[in-house]
């Protein structure tokens, strides 16, 4: 919850709307409780009201028992840090990060250890940074400098002539981190969800790999690609946020 529309301005972190959002939600799925509400790219909003606001209401709410556990979303670290610091121990059940724990960005790694000692458990979001990491590459409104989107094209290039996936290897290494409770990722077609699953039991060591030694050869070369950019980003929300 959070955005209701397509414009920066269609943030609304009100105690009001915050409600009236589960409430709906509980409408729409027709279920007496959610497992999990979270607020969503909290640095596109004013901090304080997140804070003064929809944490209270969303403390009501699972008090209720209309809601079972309360996460929080957004891609600057200092965002979530600030909710988080300012809310009463104990309210988050989760945090979801994006595009910070990828073979081009492994700054939530650095993270987990604060976000586990609020409670909190970690979903990394995005393990191929929006699209970055495929042989076709982002969409035109990714937001990646040009030196990133620059390094990711080589990985690709890399990739293909050793025969090897960089989305497989991405997501693999990703998923590697005991730290990280889950990984979430899209997919789009059925075909997609089949092999990212037979790639996660090859990850997890729980299905034969016959790549394996491909794919680690090239995961130490794609260190070397991405050393020059490694944890490079972009702003999100509003700029004292970031």
């Known amino acids: 919850m959070g955005r209701y529309g ?19 939600s509980l ?22 009201q997140v804070v003064n606001e929809a944490v209270p209401a969303l403390l009501k709410i699972k008090e209720a028992g209309l809601a079972r556990h309360i996460g929080v979303t957004g891609l600057p670290f200092k965002a979530l840090r600030y909710v988080a610091d300012r809310s009463p121990p104990g309210t988050f059940d989760m945090v ?13 790694g650095d993270e987990v250890a604060y976000f586990q000692s609020r409670g909190m458990g970690v979903v990394n979001a995005s393990p191929l940074c929006m699209g970055l990491l495929t042989p076709q590459g982002p969409p035109e409104w990714h937001p990646a400098p040009p030196a990133l989107q620059a390094a990711a094209r080589s990985a690709a290039e890399l990739c293909a002539s050793r025969g090897v996936d960089l989305p497989k290897l991405a997501m693999s290494w990703a998923m590697r981190n005991e730290d990280i409770a889950t990984t979430l990722v899209g997919m789009c077609e059925p075909e997609q969800v089949r092999v990212n699953v037979q790639n996660t039991l090859e990850a ?10 491909a794919e680690a050869a090239v995961l130490a070369e794609l260190e070397g690609v991405f050393a020059p ?4 980003t972009w702003p999100s929300g509003r700029p004292e946020n970031n």
């Open 96 to 108: 979801l990060s994006y595009c910070h724990y990828c073979l081009n960005d492994q700054t939530l």
């Open 6 to 24: 397509p414009e920066v301005k269609d943030f609304d972190f009100s105690a009001e709307r915050v409600t009236a959002s589960v409430h709906e």
């Open 27 to 48: 409408a729409r799925l027709q279920v007496p409780y959610l497992d999990v509400v979270q607020l969503h790219d909290v640095e596109f909003g004013d901090l304080d």
């Open 229 to 232: 950019v490694m944890g490079l």
């Open 204 to 213: 997890l060591g729980a299905a034969p790999n016959a790549q394996a030694a």
